[in-house]
C-alpha cells in the first residue's frame, strides 16, 4: 500500500514514536478547536465585559451537545476506514470514504435545523438569567449556522486519520484559528458587534477548515482520494459507521448532557460563578485535548491493526497510549495549576471570577489522570467496532451520578465547590466498570468483518 509523508504505518514497527506522531498533532487540533471558542470568550471578556462572557459561557455545554454527536459519528468513519484499509480492502475503504462525506453533508444540515428549533426551549430549562439570554441566543443562532461546515470538516479529518494523517486537518485548523482570531478583533473592536460579531467570526473560519479539507482530498493519492463524479452511499458502510459512530457520539453527548444540568446548577449561583466556569473550561478542555488525542490515536491504531488480525499489537497500542497520555497530560496539568491566576487573569480581572475559577481548575485539572483510563479504554473498544458498552456506561455512570448528587448533595450544600466535586466522582466511578468491560471483550473478540 502507498504511503505519504504524512501517513504512518501502524501495522509495523515501534508504536510509542508513531503514536505520538498521531497524537500530538490531533491534540494540538482540539486545542485549536477550543481556541475557536476560546477567543471568543477571551475577546468578550477584555473588550465588552464579563456579561458578555458569561452569555457565551452559557452557550458551551449546548455547543457541546451537538458536536459531541457529529465528531462520535465521524469517529465512526474513522474506524470503519482504518478497520478495511488494515484488512487491505481498498474497494470497501473507497466506498467508506465516499460514505461519509455524503453523510457529513448531510447530518450537518440536520442539526443545524434542529439546533435552532431548540435554541428557546434550551435556554428556558436553564433558566439562563434575563440580564445575558439575548446575547446568549444572538450567539447561538448565529453559531449553529456552522454546523455544515463543521461537519464536513470533522468527517474529512477523520478520514484524513484513518491513514495516520493527523497533520493536514491540524494545518486548515491553524489557518482557520488565525482568521477567527483575526475577525473577532475586527467584528467586536471595529464594528461594535460584540456577541454577534464572535459568533460570525466563528462561522466564518469554520467554511474556512471545511474548505481546505475539501480541496485536500480532492488532490489526495490513494485510498481516500474523494472522487466528485462516483460519490455514492454503501448501505454496508453506512451501517457500520453509524453503528459504531453513534455510540460513540452519544457517549459525548452524555457528557454534555450532564454539563448541561451542572451549568444549569452554576446559574443559579450567579453571573460571577458563570463567568468563572466559562474561563475554566476553556483552560482545562485543552488538558482533556491531550488526553483524547491518545484516545483516538487507540482507536485508529488498534482499528487497523484489528483489521488486520494482529491482536497482540492491538493490546501493546492501548497500553503504550495510556501511558504516553498520561506523561503528556501530567506535564500540562502542572504548568496550569502553577499558573492556575495568571492565566485565568487573562480571561477577565475580576477577582471573585478568578478565586472561583481556581477552585474549579484543582477540582477537575488535578484529576485528570482518571479521564487518561476511561479516554484510553474507550478509544481502544471503539477501535474493535465495540461502541455501544463504553457508550452504555457513561450514559448510566456519569449521567446518573451527577444527576443524583445534583439533586442531593448540590441541593443539601449549594456552594460552588460541592457542584465542581461531581466530576471527579463522577469519572472514578465510570473508569471502574470500564475496566471490567474491557477485559471482558478483550477476553471475547470476534474476528473483524470479511
Given at each position: 500500500?502507498?504511503?505519504?509523508?504524512?501517513?504512518?504505518?501502524?501495522?509495523?514497527?515501534?508504536?510509542?514514536?508513531?503514536?505520538?506522531?498521531?497524537?500530538?498533532?490531533?491534540?494540538?487540533?482540539?486545542?485549536?478547536?477550543?481556541?475557536?471558542?476560546?477567543?471568543?470568550?477571551?475577546?468578550?471578556?477584555?473588550?465588552?465585559?464579563?456579561?458578555?462572557?458569561?452569555?457565551v459561557?452559557?452557550?458551551?455545554?449546548?455547543?457541546?451537545?451537538?458536536?459531541?454527536?457529529?465528531?462520535?459519528?465521524?469517529?465512526?468513519?474513522?474506524?470503519?476506514i482504518?478497520?478495511?484499509?488494515?484488512?487491505?480492502?481498498?474497494?470497501r475503504?473507497?466506498?467508506?470514504?465516499?460514505?461519509?462525506?455524503?453523510l457529513?453533508?448531510?447530518?450537518?444540515?440536520?442539526?443545524?435545523?434542529?439546533?435552532?428549533?431548540?435554541?428557546?426551549?434550551?435556554?428556558?430549562?436553564?433558566?439562563?438569567?434575563?440580564?445575558?439570554?439575548?446575547?446568549?441566543?444572538?450567539?447561538?443562532?448565529?453559531?449553529l449556522?456552522?454546523?455544515?461546515?463543521i461537519?464536513?470538516?470533522n468527517?474529512?479529518?477523520?478520514?484524513?486519520?484513518?491513514?495516520?494523517?493527523?497533520?493536514?486537518?491540524?494545518?486548515?485548523?491553524?489557518?482557520?484559528?488565525?482568521?477567527?482570531?483575526?475577525?473577532?478583533?475586527?467584528?467586536?473592536?471595529q464594528?461594535?458587534?460584540?456577541?454577534?460579531?464572535?459568533?460570525?467570526a466563528?462561522?466564518?473560519?469554520?467554511?474556512?477548515?471545511?474548505?481546505?479539507?475539501?480541496?485536500?482530498?480532492?488532490?489526495?493519492?490513494?485510498?481516500?482520494?474523494?472522487?466528485?463524479?462516483?460519490?455514492?452511499?454503501?448501505?454496508?458502510?453506512?451501517?457500520?459507521?453509524?453503528?459504531?459512530?453513534?455510540?460513540?457520539?452519544?457517549q459525548?453527548?452524555?457528557?454534555s448532557l450532564?454539563?448541561?444540568?451542572?451549568q444549569?446548577?452554576?446559574?443559579?449561583?450567579?453571573?460571577?460563578?458563570?463567568?468563572?466556569?466559562?474561563?475554566?473550561?476553556?483552560?482545562?478542555?485543552?488538558?482533556?485535548?491531550?488526553?483524547?488525542?491518545?484516545?483516538?490515536?487507540?482507536?485508529?491504531?488498534?482499528?487497523?491493526?484489528?483489521?488486520?488480525?494482529?491482536?497482540?499489537?492491538?493490546?501493546?497500542?492501548?497500553?503504550?497510549?495510556?501511558?504516553l497520555?498520561?506523561?503528556?497530560?501530567?506535564?500540562?496539568?502542572?504548568?496550569?495549576?502553577?499558573f492556575?491566576e495568571?492565566?485565568?487573569g487573562?480571561f477577565?480581572?475580576?477577582?471573585?471570577?478568578?478565586?472561583l475559577?481556581?477552585?474549579?481548575?484543582?477540582?477537575?485539572?488535578?484529576?485528570?489522570?482518571?479521564?487518561?483510563?476511561?479516554?484510553?479504554?474507550?478509544?481502544?473498544?471503539?477501535?474493535?467496532?465495540?461502541?455501544?458498552?463504553?457508550?452504555?456506561?457513561?450514559?448510566?455512570?456519569?449521567c446518573?451520578?451527577?444527576?443524583?448528587?445534583i439533586?442531593?448533595?448540590?441541593?443539601?450544600?449549594?456552594?460552588?465547590?460541592?457542584?465542581?466535586?461531581?466530576?471527579?466522582?463522577?469519572?472514578?466511578?465510570?473508569?471502574?466498570?470500564?475496566?471490567?468491560?474491557?477485559?471482558?471483550?478483550?477476553?471475547?473478540?470476534?474476528?473483524?468483518?470479511?
Amino acid at each position: 500500500m502507498k504511503f505519504n509523508a504524512r501517513d504512518i504505518d501502524m501495522l509495523h514497527g515501534s508504536l510509542w514514536d508513531k503514536i505520538i506522531l498521531f497524537a500530538l498533532p490531533l491534540a494540538l487540533t482540539g486545542v485549536l478547536q477550543q481556541l475557536l471558542n476560546s477567543a471568543d470568550v477571551f475577546t468578550l471578556g477584555k473588550f465588552v465585559g464579563k456579561t458578555a462572557m458569561a452569555a457565551v459561557g452559557n452557550n458551551i455545554s449546548m455547543v457541546g451537545l451537538i458536536l459531541s454527536l457529529m465528531t462520535g459519528l465521524s469517529l465512526g468513519a474513522n474506524v470503519v476506514i482504518a478497520q478495511n484499509i488494515g484488512a487491505k480492502r481498498i474497494d470497501r475503504a473507497h466506498s467508506a470514504v465516499s460514505t461519509a462525506f455524503v453523510l457529513a453533508i448531510g447530518a450537518g444540515i440536520f442539526f443545524c435545523a434542529v439546533g435552532e428549533l431548540l435554541v428557546a426551549p434550551v435556554f428556558y430549562f436553564l433558566e439562563v438569567p434575563e440580564s445575558v439570554v439575548d446575547m446568549a441566543e444572538t450567539y447561538l443562532r448565529i453559531f449553529l449556522l456552522s454546523l455544515p461546515a463543521i461537519s464536513l470538516y470533522n468527517f474529512q479529518a477523520a478520514i484524513f486519520r484513518s491513514k495516520g494523517d493527523t497533520r493536514t486537518p491540524l494545518i486548515a485548523l491553524a489557518i482557520a484559528s488565525v482568521v477567527n482570531v483575526s475577525l473577532n478583533l475586527l467584528f467586536v473592536l471595529q464594528f461594535g458587534w460584540a456577541t454577534a460579531g464572535v459568533a460570525a467570526a466563528t462561522v466564518i473560519a469554520n467554511v474556512v477548515s471545511a474548505i481546505i479539507l475539501f480541496h485536500e482530498l480532492l488532490k489526495a493519492d490513494g485510498v481516500i482520494k474523494l472522487h466528485l463524479n462516483a460519490l455514492h452511499v454503501d448501505k454496508e458502510e453506512l451501517f457500520e459507521i453509524v453503528r459504531i459512530g453513534l455510540p460513540a457520539g452519544i457517549q459525548g453527548m452524555v457528557f454534555s448532557l450532564s454539563n448541561l444540568l451542572i451549568q444549569a446548577a452554576i446559574n443559579s449561583l450567579g453571573a460571577d460563578a458563570m463567568a468563572a466556569s466559562a474561563a475554566a473550561f476553556t483552560i482545562e478542555i485543552n488538558v482533556f485535548c491531550v488526553v483524547n488525542g491518545f484516545g483516538q490515536a487507540a482507536t485508529t491504531f488498534v482499528g487497523q491493526n484489528y483489521g488486520a488480525g494482529n491482536l497482540k499489537r492491538c493490546k501493546r497500542v492501548t497500553f503504550v497510549s495510556m501511558g504516553l497520555s498520561a506523561i503528556f497530560m501530567q506535564t500540562l496539568c502542572f504548568f496550569i495549576l502553577f499558573f492556575d491566576e495568571n492565566i485565568l487573569g487573562l480571561f477577565n480581572s475580576d477577582p471573585e471570577v478568578i478565586r472561583l475559577g481556581v477552585i474549579r481548575l484543582w477540582y477537575i485539572v488535578l484529576p485528570e489522570l482518571i479521564n487518561v483510563l476511561m479516554e484510553g479504554l474507550s478509544g481502544a473498544l471503539r477501535g474493535y467496532g465495540i461502541s455501544l458498552t463504553p457508550a452504555v456506561i457513561t450514559l448510566i455512570c456519569v449521567c446518573g451520578t451527577r444527576i443524583v448528587w445534583i439533586f442531593t448533595a448540590f441541593r443539601n450544600i449549594p456552594a460552588y465547590e460541592t457542584l465542581m466535586a461531581v466530576y471527579p466522582i463522577s469519572w472514578f466511578i465510570t473508569t471502574i466498570f470500564l475496566i471490567a468491560a474491557y477485559l471482558y471483550h478483550v477476553k471475547h473478540l470476534k474476528p473483524a468483518r470479511a
